[in-house]
T-cell receptor, first 108, second 116 residues
Framework: EDQVTQSPEALRLQEGESSSLNCSYTVSGLRGLFWYRQDPGKGPEFLFTLYSAGEEKEKERLKATLTKKESFLHITAPKPEDSATYLCAVQADLDMRFGAGTRLTVKP | EAQVTQNPRYLITVTGKKLTVTCSQNMNHEYMSWYRQDPGLGLRQIYYSMNVEVTDKGDVPEGYKVSRKEKRNFPLILESPSPNQTSLYFC???????????????FGPGTRLTVL
């Protein structure tokens, strides 16, 4: 069965303290891996799509990477406004499967 | 403004009282989908639709119905809601997830449903 597991469940960082979030997956025929950001009370907001192992994408302080079994979302020198829940999702066919998310808190 | 809208945003109802949550997108997207989000479980797909009159079950379709009579609208219907359907619901759309490529989904603001 297709599975997506995100770790850690929660992460607390000091402003400027870089770290990584992990998304491991087991799915046959990966077509795409997505990263979303979700703020409390709002819908997920798209960040990145990765299609194949070795691919990397960057946006401001965020960088997403992909291997055959997992993806990392690296956060460099985070700021308090980066606090949110980060969701990972994989698409194998026409349906989408999400991980439970990592709740990130960045303290000033 | 390109967006996915849902109504209502908040709903409290009682067991067994039929309800409909509407979803509309103004981006001419072919693919639409409904998710529920529960603490610790993440987003789980309920139903999705590839195009008008084409719908299919996701991971947790029991107790839900959908219809796609128009391209822009994809209502979620709970014929006889039960307390275990208390959740946060999201509608999403994307241009066209063809078999040859994937596409980004855009999410609505969510509907918080409580079934007493």
């Amino acid at each position: 069965e297709d599975q997506v597991t995100q770790s850690p469940e929660a992460l607390r960082l000091q402003e400027g303290e870089s770290s990584s979030l992990n998304c491991s997956y087991t799915v046959s025929g990966l077509r795409g891996l997505f990263w979303y950001r979700q703020d409390p009370g709002k819908g997920p907001e798209f960040l990145f799509t990765l299609y194949s192992a070795g691919e990397e994408k960057e946006k401001e302080r965020l960088k997403a990477t992909l291997t055959k079994k997992e993806s990392f979302l690296h956060i460099t020198a985070p700021k308090p406004e980066d606090s949110a829940t980060y969701l990972c999702a994989v698409q194998a066919d026409l349906d989408m499967r999400f991980g439970a998310g990592t709740r990130l808190t960045v303290k000033p | 403004e390109a967006q996915v809208t849902q109504n209502p945003r908040y709903l409290i109802t009682v067991t067994g009282k039929k309800l409909t949550v509407t979803c509309s997108q103004n981006m001419n997207h072919e693919y639409m989908s409904w998710y529920r989000q529960d603490p610790g479980l993440g987003l789980r797909q309920i139903y999705y639709s590839m195009n008008v009159e084409v719908t299919d079950k996701g991971d947790v379709p029991e107790g839900y119905k959908v219809s796609r009579k128009e391209k822009r609208n994809f209502p979620l219907i709970l014929e006889s809601p039960s307390p275990n359907q208390t959740s946060l619901y999201f509608c999403a759309s994307s241009l066209a997830p063809m078999r040859s490529y994937t596409d980004t989904q855009y999410f609505g603001p969510g509907t918080r449903l409580t079934v007493l």
